[in-house]
Nanobody
Framework: QVQLVESGGGLVQAGGSLRLSCVVS????????VAWFRQAPGKERQFVAA????????YYSDSVKGRFTIARDDARNTVYLQMNSLKPEDTAVYYC????????????????????WGQGTQVTVSS
């Protein structure tokens, strides 16, 4: 059974940094497409970053490009999201997602491409 467990969220001041972790169990993360999404109160879930499984191509939303970095540690079977220069508008619950199916590139940044999800971790950025 595949499980994704996020951690690393918390309260940080604007301009600060956090690193989110997503520990994957049950399957090897090196063969998966992995992504981070976030959902703010009253808003739809939003794509943040993804690493496509076949070619390893990385995608970022325009709102986080240059500030966030998605990375994978195969030895720890873990996916990270390094978040720098945080802004109040980054406040949300952040979710890790994964798929071991072939994901069409046009869907990599959409939540319907992923069939395994973590429980989420809260990130709050104060101004």
């Amino acid at each position: 059974q595949v499980q994704l467990v996020e951690s690393g969220g918390g309260l940080v001041q604007a301009g600060g940094s956090l690193r989110l972790s997503c520990v994957v169990s049950g399957r090897t993360v090196s063969s998966a497409s992995v992504a981070w999404f976030r959902q703010a109160p009253g808003k739809e879930r939003q794509f943040v970053a993804a690493r496509e499984g076949e070619a390893g191509t990385i995608y970022y939303s325009d709102s986080v490009k240059g500030r966030f970095t998605i990375a994978r540690d195969d030895a720890r079977n873990t996916v990270y999201l390094q978040m720098n220069s945080l802004k109040p508008e980054d406040t949300a619950v952040y979710y890790c997602a994964a798929s071991w199916e072939v994901v069409p590139l046009v869907l990599v940044t959409t939540d319907r491409a992923y069939d395994h999800w973590g429980q989420g971790t809260q990130v709050t950025v104060s101004s």
